[in-house]
């Protein structure tokens, strides 16, 4: 129509032949469709695509109700009407990526399932009926011990009392300068937010409530809690990591719960929830990044997941369920096992990245240290949180552990034993700071393994942990760098700059803890000690503690970084070192990966959520 010949107009009014025109035309109209396109793969951070594409055309994650649920009693008919108006808007939560992606049945499907969380958690159904003081008559000891497991010795107890000294030096720093923030800048004296938690903030305050409870320092504990139960905003914007949010929100107010009976059930429910739209993919594995804000996109960042992020949120979920009494979060970890189960293999191997809308593996690079770690520590302590009756954990967990023996186990020249990371055949001969929690993953999986490998598998965890004990002696600092090397000459040393730092980590001193409570062995608390002096003297500022830069300098550079791990697991991991074993017996207690205490959920206890309500913990809400 537009090139019809209008009267006194001639075909080459503007100098230009009809199939000029028309090219011209046909070229623009390209050009237009592909910056429109392009909007649809810019970042969600970027203002355009939040402009062009309207919140209509990609309905928000409005499960804003969390603090109105809150200060509801369950079985209120307002309470239901908002929880299940939650509900609704986290069906509407996939984003239009999403939506091409999944067919229409199989996207009604997880939706419809996401209402009966809601609905079962808040309806007076099974979920309202959980009962704390069933759960706490189900423990075998109590948590904290005869006597808050105070060692009988001097020196011993002397020792721990440092290690608390430590965390309230920490913490004292963190209400001064950074109180609400996620993090402590020790050097600056102020606070850090970071991008991990979306809009979540207090990250050091949720990572603490444990610890300070367990370390009896009860006024900062009541300063926490108090914060939690005032302050903590479930419904900011962001972008968060899953695997995050998960080990340490999720993690730290279920340890909360369990120990304290501080009542952050709804909010836990709430926040489990928030990371449900995450799981909407072809294949249930979920993305990395989740939005728990109003204006989600869902789950518009592209990319693979990665194996120690999907594979860690077992525990909680499991914990969710018995919380909620709905089955849907520990249904969408059940998917993810099903799936690792399923899939082939490489030498019985599990390589780090898998696409989450094919299934398949990404790249073949195995590693037990970053990217793959505490998948495999969830294997092992899905099995003992079960009270050892998830048969498929146990046997996933060996059979992994028989493919890392024999593919990716080294002794050094000098007879230090390793776990090397492994490129599609190729043994790369480096180990991360982060791999050496495999010392004590491996010390608590000794006793169920296939007859006979009980010993075996203890030897296996002290000589790792011998290894990365040598990581730390070796060093100036006497502290451990982020990784190690066994080639070039170098044995359990860094060679490249860029992998001197240490952070605060907790690895090391974990499997310390470990290998303590297992053998009792002397030397892993001097070892443990020997880390005490060593923070003490290269990381403890004026306002804190720092990461440093470089642990083979003697005279160090700060990173202005005081680690939420740090109080979470450094400072617990140590002081648990220095008590006796029955503060946390690990009969009743797994950790999580971010040293957050959880119940075993022992099979005669197994909550039917058919006992009477029990709303008598209610200091949170
Ligand atoms: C913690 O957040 C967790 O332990 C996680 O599994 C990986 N490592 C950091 C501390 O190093």
């Keep these: 129509m537009v090139l019809r010949k209008l009267p006194g107009v001639s ?10 025109k028309f090219v011209f035309l046909l070229f ?99 979920g309202s009926a959980y009962s704390y003081e069933a759960f706490k008559s189900c423990l075998l000891k109590p948590a904290l011990g005869r006597n808050q497991g105070t060692p009988p010795d001097s ?38 937010l970071g991008n991990m938690f979306g809009g979540l903030r207090g990250a050091s305050i949720v990572d603490s409530l444990d610890t300070l ?16 139960q005032n302050n903590l905003d479930l419904n900011s914007n962001g972008e968060a990591s899953l695997f995050e949010v998960n080990i340490r929100y999720v993690g730290g107010l279920l340890s909360a719960y369990y120990l304290t009976g501080a009542e952050v059930r709804f909010r836990l ?23 728990l804000g109003s204006w989600s996109w869902g789950w518009a960042s592209a990319g693979s997941s990665i194996l120690a992020e999907f594979g860690t949120l077992h525990l909680e979920f499991l914990h969710l369920s018995q919380l909620s009494g709905s089955p849907l979060f520990t249904e969408k970890v059940m998917n993810i096992r099903k799936l690792l189960n399923k899939i082939e293999k490489p030498h ?22 970053g990217l793959g770690d505490s998948f495999y520590e969830y294997l092992i302590k899905s099995y003992l949180m079960s009270d050892k009756t998830d048969q498929e954990a146990q046997k996933m967990y060996y059979s992994a552990m028989e493919a890392i023996e024999t593919n990716l186990v080294q002794k050094s020249p000098g ?38 490998q009980r010993q075996h598998y203890l030897d296996l965890a002290a000589e790792i942990t011998h290894t990365c004990h040598e990581s730390y002696s070796r060093s100036a600092t006497k502290l451990g760098p982020e990784a190690f090397r066994f080639d070039a000459g170098a044995e359990a040393t860094a060679t490249r700059l ?19 409570r297992l053998t009792h062995d002397p030397k892993y608390r001097e070892w443990g000690w020997e880390a005490v002096e060593a923070l003490e003297k290269h990381c403890r500022v004026d306002a804190g503690f720092s990461g440093i830069r470089d642990v083979y300098a003697s005279t160090v550079s700060h990173d202005n970084m005081q680690q939420s791990f740090f109080l979470s697991e450094t400072l617990k991991y140590l002081y648990l070192l220095f008590s006796d074993d029955d503060l946390l017996p690990l009969e009743d207690w797994v950790f999580n990966t971010e040293a957050h205490p959880l119940p075993v959920i022992h099979k005669r206890c197994l909550q039917e959520h058919s006992a009477t309500q029990d709303h008598g913990q209610t200091n949170l809400e």
């Design 348 to 369: 019985g191997l599990y390589p780090n990245f898998l696409s989450p809308v094919s299934g398949n593996w990404v790249q073949h690079h195995v590693s037990i240290g």
């Design 269 to 291: 429910i709430c926040l489990g929830e928030k990371l449900l739209p995450a799981f909407n993919t072809p294949t249930g594995i979920p993305r990395g990044v989740i939005n």
């Design 11 to 20: 075909a080459s009014g503007m100098g230009l032949r009809l199939s000029q």
């Design 155 to 192: 020196e011993t107890l002397q020792r721990r009392e440092k290690v608390k000294e430590m965390m309230t030096f920490a913490w004292d720093n963190y209400k001064r300068y950074a109180w609400g923030n996620n993090e402590l800048r020790p050097l600056t004296r102020n606070g850090h």
């Design 213 to 228: 409870y367990i370390m009896g320092l009860m006024e900062e504990y009541e300063e926490a809690k108090e914060w939690v």
């Design 28 to 126: 623009l109209s390209g050009l237009v469709t592909l910056c429109f396109g392009a909007l649809f793969f810019l970042p969600d951070t970027v203002r355009l695509k939040r402009i062009f594409l309207s919140k209509n055309e990609n309905p928000a994650v409005t499960v804003g109700h969390d603090n109105e649920l809150s200060k509801k009693v369950p079985g209120d008919p307002e309470h239901q009407r908002v929880a299940l108006k939650g509900a609704r808007t986290v069906e509407r939560s996939v984003g239009s990526r999403a939506q091409e992606e999944w067919s229409p049945a199989r996207a009604q499907e997880p939706a419809a399932r996401d209402e009966r969380v809601t609905s079962a958690a808040h309806n007076g159904e099974r």
């Design 415 to 452: 007879g230090l034993t390793y776990v090397a990371e492994w490129r599609g055949g190729i043994l790369d001969h480096k180990m991360g700071h982060l791999a050496c929690f495999s010392g004590g993953m491996i010390g608590i999986g000794a006793d169920d393994g296939p007859a006979g």
């Design 498 to 516: 860029s992998d001197r730092y240490y952070i605060l980590r907790p690895e090391v001193i974990e499997s310390y803890m470990y290998m303590w």
